[in-house]
């Protein structure tokens, strides 16, 4: 679309400094004002955007919450050409707060891969790698079942480290 892109990365935005967590979001926001249009992405948006009832503490994640609802009202009211796109593999433990018209309220369900894309994964997967015999691809979707391409990758390179160990392709 060429709109500027930004990923927050959850490990620089989060501080042991009481209040910088917060100051470093709200720069975030003011960063993707300043290069709009803009994309801002969120991963693992459930790490801030947890449901408020389930903390018990006095912890950083519900005033950041609190601080990111606050900031895409404000886009919304100004009608500014930023999207904040937030992806999740826990969508039940988000705050309500956060799925109400004009904030996060397109939901987009990606299911894991069926087993053919998943044979064609490990395909891709193990393309240009030392291989012993022929692999059986259609075998190792059938086994791998309601695995995500995140699985898949895991078991591909566990494999190969494993190999690499017994020094055997």
Known sequence: MGWTT????LGELLSKY??????????LFKAARNYAP??????????IGKARTRYVSD???????????????????????ILVIGTTNQPDLLDPALLRPGRFDKVIYVPPPNEETRARMFEAMLKGKPVQGPIDYAKL????????GADIMNVVRTAVLESLKDGKP
């Open 59 to 81: 912890d950083v994640t519900p005033r950041l919450l609190n601080i990111l609802l606050s900031e895409m009202d404000g886009i919304t009211k100004s009608n500014e050409n």
């Open 141 to 148: 979707a059938k086994m791998t079942d309601r695995f995500t």
């Open 6 to 9: 930004i990923i927050m990365n």
């Open 38 to 47: 803009s994309v801002i992405i969120i991963d693992e948006f459930d790490a």
């Open 18 to 27: 009481y209040g910088e967590s917060e100051n470093r979001l709200t720069e």
